[in-house]
């Protein structure tokens, strides 16, 4: 099963200042058709989850532009440039490359200072 | 606008089973493979189960297989989730959400399932 570890677990950001959460998985998730399955879901506290992006970079209908993913291969990062208070919650990693199973981060818990 | 709405959770003892419902609307329910994630109380997200357009592929986490099965009826535009065997590790809000690789990507607002004698 592909492991997927996020870093920090935790992380208190002031409001108008940027965010970045890392995401490391155990092997690549370049999948054979060239795409990498690698998507960033938002949870705010007594809500479902909602995914904010697909394939790396992709942001979902609705996402502000302030949200904004990179990486390659193994290594990922989701930055969001100016945090609202909005964006409290838990940021979770997901792949869809290799699987069964789909995996899931541990979660990152973004709050304000 | 797309809804999901997941239903069938509730109290059951351990050993005993539950059927879990999610209705879709404002969706080609059809088109898409359809997943089942759960969340233990104050935990992460755990993919359980997935299921393809017309039902004949289905994949699960080696957690539930053989006790968990995921099934569809698109003339209905649902998605289930049989559970028999239950444990307390089953506790958890299960929600059902859409096609993972697709452009579009909905979740529903979660059932509980609570596992205790």
């Known amino acids: 099963d592909v492991v997927m570890t996020q870093s920090p677990l935790s992380l208190s950001v002031t409001l108008g200042q940027p965010a970045s959460i890392s995401c490391r998985s155990s092997?690549?998730?370049?999948?054979?058709?060239?795409?990498?399955?690698l998507n960033w879901v938002q949870q705010r506290p007594g809500q479902s989850p909602r995914r904010l992006i697909y394939k790396v970079s992709n942001r979902d209908s609705g996402v502000p532009d302030r949200f904004s993913g990179s990486g390659s291969g193994t290594d990922f990062t989701l930055k969001i440039s100016r945090v609202e208070a909005e964006d409290v919650g838990v940021y979770y990693c997901?792949?869809?490359?290799?699987?069964?199973?789909?995996?899931f981060g541990q979660g990152t818990r973004l709050e304000i200072k | 606008e797309v809804q999901l709405v997941e239903s069938g959770g509730g109290l059951v003892q351990p050993g005993g089973s539950l059927r879990l419902s999610c209705a879709a609307s404002e969706f080609t329910f059809g088109r898409y493979w359809m997943n089942w994630v759960r969340q233990a109380p104050g935990k992460g997200l755990e993919w359980v189960a997935n299921i393809n357009q017309d039902g004949s592929e289905k994949y699960y986490v080696d957690s539930v297989k053989g006790r968990f099965t995921i099934s569809r009826d698109n003339a209905k535009n649902s998605l289930y989730l049989q559970m028999n065997s239950l444990r307390g590790e089953d506790t958890a809000v299960y929600y059902c959400a859409t096609q993972w690789a697709a452009a579009e990507h909905y979740w529903g607002q979660g059932t509980l399932v609570t596992v205790s004698s």
């Open positions: 997901m792949q869809n490359t290799h699987w069964p199973p789909l995996t």
């Open positions: 092997q690549s998730l370049v999948f054979s058709d060239g795409n990498t399955y």
